[in-house]
Nanobody, 125 residues
Framework: QVQVVESGGGLVQPGGSLRLSCTTS????????MGWFRQAPGKEREGVSC??????YYEDSVKGRFTRSRDDAKNPLYLQMNSLKPEDTAMYHC????????????????????WGQGTQDPVSS
């Protein structure tokens, strides 16, 4: 049984930083494209950052502020979020998709195979 579990969320002030972690089990981590998605209240889900062997994707509004990292030798996958803004407030989900999808495709289409339950990240003073 595949499990995807996020952690590290929580309330942070504007300008602050947060690091999210994603741990998987039941799949071979290196065989999957991994991504972070978010959904804010009243908005559609969007791909924040996805990484595959051939491509790394960052959504425009997070470029220069968010950084993905992964080590195919081990879990977990991290999303370092700096200079957070109130508009970054959302439920953040980690997702895995078969490696036939590159990072750009997965983030733009939202086509994934496994999802985590998400972690809530409010940014507020």
């Amino acid at each position: 049984q595949v499990q995807v579990v996020e952690s590290g969320g929580g309330l942070v002030q504007p300008g602050g930083s947060l690091r999210l972690s994603c741990t998987t089990s039941g799949l071979t981590f290196a065989d999957y494209t991994m991504g972070w998605f978010r959904q804010a209240p009243g908005k559609e889900r969007e791909g924040v950052s996805c990484i595959s062997t051939s491509a790394i994707y960052y959504e425009d509004s997070v470029k220069g502020r968010f950084t993905r990292s992964r080590d195919d030798a081990k879990n977990p996958l991290y999303l370092q979020m700096n200079s957070l803004k109130p508009e970054d407030t959302a439920m953040y989900h980690c997702a895995a998709g078969e490696a036939t999808r590159n990072g750009v495709t997965m983030c733009r289409t939202g086509s994934t195979d496994y999802w985590g339950q998400g972690t809530q990240d409010p940014v507020s003073s």
